[in-house]
């Protein structure tokens, strides 16, 4: 393709909002267009790097048995009635109605549509296991789309949905997905890690998620170097510290005045902090959004409230509980904000983390203004309503597998795997008959990957100061020629010579031949990061010209015969 002839615009300023590599990149490669508030269009460059990661997608998907279909992006409000979601879900449902004013969603995933798909036309054990998947545009109405494509309200999702027998069957469906996606994302350049991940609102047994490390990642991970651990943090299981055996001290009512938080509670009663317990209070709803209970949750003072794991021990929605007003729940509950401790509390439910039963005398809110107590202990002072872990591991915790120090990353989630079991086969009776004729609900997995989102982290991991540097399967094009001269019909010649020689040898070469200073030229070609650059200058007519990978330094001269030998080479062994 000729530069001259291509619809393409580089930029040299972006938009401020603008804030991390890979969105400017994108924009100032002119690869992606904003349209609205997270809402992207693709221009040539970036339409070209988004089918290499489907064509990568497919080809692992199809070994590794999916069978491909299409389905619509939008979805009627029926089958999400059915499964119950349509009102479990909030304005991030992205909704619509047609003219005659029936309910409609822009399709945020895809699970309603496949278990229809599957009830209406599986009916015998023989036709189990099967594996459905789709690359379809996904609508998710976003508060605050930000990032670029990292987090946009439209998407590009390859969602696959599988369909097994029994539990056994689904353990092996998942695990050849799993496969599949260390394929794929290796494929795609990216530097990853499957982390355990939450399984949030779909329930399901277990679920990964593919985390592709970049401090700009919006997820963190906690990982062990010593042991294979590695989850979310929201995920990651804490140790809790060693139960103690000093005896229970009476307890003691201490006027603090001023001390509402942990720091200064501590810091007058000259207590470590580990002596203390954090209170945080909430509001629950339920699923018409009207006021469920007030919960008050306990840690020790040092720690982080995990705030997934309170959401999954109250067993709600995320978007189900709130930060309390104190006033309110005071009158209700007891509680007084800043100086809350769980004994004396009515009305409210306590949800105590898993290590306090084993700790002794600990200073709390006495539920008094200005007022703590001394020496609470777990089941003389006070009982809670669910004990269990509800903590944030932190960077330096034991590991809870190995007890080594664990490590924080962030990253890119760009992948998830998840056991749905048979969430949606009972709620929509997707069945099928047994070797004995007898019916049993299907056992589903769901497996999704950000096609574009994965764009943006294979550029966040792949760019210099200069632009982006392409791993050379998903490039735009593999080789550019920079032609010094076009009017110079000696460099012409040659640059002619090898764009129709890699032409055809298969390689997608991009001949910019454009009239621009050379300057601009070698700067748009560091920018769009075309993996390998060809040079045709004030050597061509001896047959010489420049060779240079755009991931390393040196540049080296060749015959324009070694030049097409290296390209041709380079490219077939890693596109
Ligand atoms: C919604 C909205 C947003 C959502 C969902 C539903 C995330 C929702 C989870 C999944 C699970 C898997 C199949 C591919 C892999 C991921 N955000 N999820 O279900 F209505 Cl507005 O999408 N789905």
């Known amino acids: 393709m000729k530069l001259s002839k291509m619809h393409i615009k580089t930029l040299r300023e972006v938009p401020a909002e ?34 290499k990661i489907e064509d990568i997608i497919r080809q692992e998907m199809d070994a590794a048995g999916g069978q491909e279909i299409h389905m619509s992006a939008i979805q009627p409000a029926e089958l999400w009635q059915e499964s119950g979601r349509w009102f479990a879900y909030g ?19 895809h699970e309603e549509i496949f278990t229809d798909i599957v009830r209406n036309d599986v009916s015998s054990y023989r036709q189990l296991p099967m594996n459905l998947y789709q690359i379809q545009t996904k609508y998710r109405d ?10 946009s309200r439209e998407f590009i999702m390859k969602d696959a949905y599988s369909f097994d027998r029994d539990f056994e069957g689904l353990d092996k469906s998942y695990d050849e997905m799993y496969k599949a996606y260390e394929k794929i994302f290796t494929r795609c350049g990216l530097t990853f890690r499957p982390v355990e991940a939450d399984t949030g609102a779909i329930g399901g047994s277990n679920s990964h998620e593919f985390t592709a490390l970049s401090e700009v990642g919006e997820s963190e991970i906690a990982y062990c170097e010593k042991c294979s651990m ?28 001023g ?26 709803y339920d699923d018409e959004g009207k006021e469920k209970e007030y919960v008050a949750a306990f840690v020790r003072g040092d720690r982080e409230l995990n705030m997934t794991k309170l959401i999954n021990a109250l067993n709600i929605p995320e978007h189900a509980i709130e930060f309390a007003d104190e006033e309110k729940m005071a009158a209700a509950t007891g509680c007084v904000g800043g100086f809350t401790g769980p004994m004396g509390l009515h009305d409210c439910k306590i949800v105590v983390d898993s290590e306090l039963p084993g700790l002794r005398n600990l200073c709390v809110g006495a539920n008094k203004e200005n007022y703590h107590i001394k020496n609470m202990n777990y089941g003389r002072d006070y009982e809670g309503d669910i004990v269990t872990d509800l ?29 749905l079991g048979t969430k949606y086969s009972e709620s929509m009776n997707a069945i099928y008959k047994d070797e004995n004729q007898k019916d049993r609900l299907i056992v589903m997995g769901c497996y999704g990957i950000g096609v574009t989102r994965t764009l943006s982290a294979i550029v966040e991991q792949h760019h210099d100061e200069n632009g982006i540097i392409w791993p050379m399967s998903v490039a735009p094009y593999h080789v550019i020629i920079t032609l010094v001269k076009p009017g110079d019909e000696e460099q012409a010649a040659v640059a002619e010579k090898i764009y129709d020689e890699l032409m055809r040898e298969g390689v997608e070469v991009l001949l910019d031949d454009r009239n621009e200073r050379p300057g601009v030229k070698f700067k748009d070609a560091d920018l769009l990061g075309i993996p390998v650059r060809i040079t045709v200058g004030k050597r061509a007519p001896e047959g010489i010209v420049e060779y240079k990978l755009r991931r390393d330094n040196d540049k080296e001269e ?9 390209a041709v080479e380079i490219v077939k062994a890693e596109k």
């Open 558 to 566: 060749k015959t324009v015969e070694e030049a097409i030998k290296a």
């Open 142 to 151: 976003e508060a605050r789309p930000r990032f670029g494509l990292m987090r």
């Open 18 to 51: 603008a804030e991390i590599p890979s969105h400017i990149l994108l924009l100032r490669t002119g690869m992606i267009r904003k349209l609205a508030s997270g809402i992207y269009g693709f221009m040539p460059f970036g339409w070209r790097s988004v089918r």
């Open 259 to 284: 001390t509402k938080t942990i720091d200064e509670v501590a810091a007058f009663l000259g207590l470590d902090k580990t002596k203390t317990i954090k209170a945080l209070l909430f509001v629950t």
């Open 391 to 419: 903590k944030l591991l932190k960077e330096g915790d034991p590991c809870p597998v190995c007890g080594a120090p664990v490590k924080h990353a962030r990253g890119i989630e760009v992948g998830q795997v998840f056991k």
């Open 230 to 257: 590695a989850a979310t943090t929201e995920r990651a299981e804490c140790v809790d510290a060693a139960a103690e055996t000093e005896s229970m001290l009476a307890l003691e009512e201490v006027n603090t005045p």
């Open 91 to 109: 304005p991030e449902l992205w909704r619509v109605k047609d003219r005659g004013g029936r309910d409609f969603c822009l399709g945020p995933t």
